[in-house]
């Protein structure tokens, strides 16, 4: 079984900065890609920014600039640096994370959610 924890929502005010993070706990062989995506009220579930296990990372035009997202490998932990936020990012943002299983006879990548956090950005 695997698990993301997420942590670090809260409520900010336009300007400021948040910083989110996912760790993957449980048992699994390695954790490829990692992502974070949000989803605001009445709104479709958007990716905000994805990392590879190598480090290479995209971002959405909407965050690009503002937001960093980065990892600890050895931490099996992705973060999410959000500066110069505005009240369009308010949304509950979830990890997402492709992760490595293994049994006797197979290997298989598997997507897996965190439960998601809130962030609130007032004007």
């Known amino acids: 079984q695997v698990q993301l924890v997420e942590s670090g929502g809260g409520l900010v005010q336009a300007g400021g900065s948040l910083r989110l993070s996912c760790a993957a706990s449980g048992s699994f062989r390695v954790v490829n890609a990692m992502a974070w995506y949000r989803q605001a009220p009445g709104k479709q579930r958007e990716l905000v920014a994805a990392?590879?296990?190598?480090?290479?990372?995209n971002y959405a035009d909407s965050v690009a600039g503002r937001f960093t997202i980065s990892r600890d490998n050895a931490k099996n932990t992705v973060y999410l640096q959000m500066n110069s936020l505005k009240p369009e990012d308010t949304a509950v943002y979830y990890c997402?994370?492709?992760?490595?299983?293994?049994?006797?006879?197979?290997?298989?990548?598997?997507?897996?959610w965190g439960q998601g956090t809130q962030v609130t950005v007032s004007s």
């Open positions: 997402n994370a492709r992760v490595v299983v293994t049994t006797i006879s197979t290997v298989s990548e598997y997507d897996y």
């Open positions: 990392i590879t296990r190598g480090g290479s990372a």
